[in-house]
């Protein structure tokens, strides 16, 4: 992060379709760090962090908290645009504690963010068998309803948990409209209305006006550090819709979910995969159903943080990846799992989209358009060799580094940063131009 006396608001965001290890920038950049904050999603999102090697490594996971929590000194914040499931809130929480990682006390929750209850989790997996063969993916964790209810003006914030009869009554309305929508459902209403009075006493102490919070902090020149969830191409409005979140993943959704105006952020930091991955339906241009994709699947460990599921993977999409930055405009990249492409002698990298012979500008809005590209390739050759315990730029392979100078000539935007393996200590710091 900038080490200026005011280096106002540094965003981590994904650049793809999520899972880019972002929580491991994030980890690593949170040392320097004052307050580390999410603007948005819930506990859909999913970050690993592996400190150590060998007998020694440790994996913390994180869903709904922010992974700079990992710096002991670092204050963590959950922002308005945040949707917060209470119950996984504090196993989350529990669970950091059992590992030896004491964070209670350094937790605070916008007033302003909405709630999901077990109901909304209930109805996200009525909708997706609602949809049937054309069915989102979703992790089934109740964030698209929890959106939904906030968009129709009926949802239910953190404040409202300390008005307990308007909790009670808007609660009751809630699930009864739900019902009535999709039939009825097992579920204890009352329970749940009594077991939120519990929950509300526990969350007290960690409940802040958010706008506020943050304003106070820039205000007194902390550092903020803000951790994107998912990615653009999950993003709302220009992720592959319907395919995508409820939220907006984009640098937009950063001033909105945090209250915080434009020119406070100072740099925007884009993950990329060294390949491809995402989750759930929708066309995937560069999806590899053969050896090369399981090898990416295998060696890279793609399954989900959250779920658990299977990543589909494919070459790098240099496609998708200017067009991300045409929205989020990065200042820097932090290139990950570099070191899973060691094998292959050749590497093939997206560069553009044809449709009937002819190349089509940006990233196509219509998904049966996007079905139908053919993908135009650069072949650039391998490094066949293990990267995993370098530790400089300059030691890396030429051919190795000649893929990273491809892909910041081609988006026009440096690397920074090189992932070469899951730990902490396996990132590479290249000098900027």
Known sequence: MDSSPNPGVTVVLGSQWGDEGKGKLVDILAYEADVCARCAGGNNAGHTIVVG???????????LLPSGLMNPKCTAFIGSGVVVHVPSLFAELENLEKKGLPCESRLFVSDRAHLVFDFHQIVDGLKEVELGGSSIGTTRKGIGPAYSSKASRSGLRVHHLYDPEVFAAKFRTLVEGRIKRYGHFEYDTEAEIERYKVYAERLRPHITDGVNFLQVALAEKKRVLVEGANALMLDLDYGTYPFVTSSSTAIGGVCTGLGIPPKKIGKTIGVVKAYTTRVGGGPFPTEQLNATGEMMQEVGAEYGTTTGRRRRCGWLDLVVLKYSHSING??????????????????EVAVAYELNGKEIPGFPADLDLLAQVTVKYVTLPGWNTDISNITSWDALPETCKAYVEFIEKFVGVPVEWIGVGPARESMITKTLP
């Open 330 to 347: 990065y200042d820097t990249l932090n290139l990950t799992k570099l070191d899973v492409l060691d094998g292959l002698k050749e590497i």
């Open 53 to 63: 090697k060998g007998e020694e490594k440790k994996k913390f996971d994180f869903h």
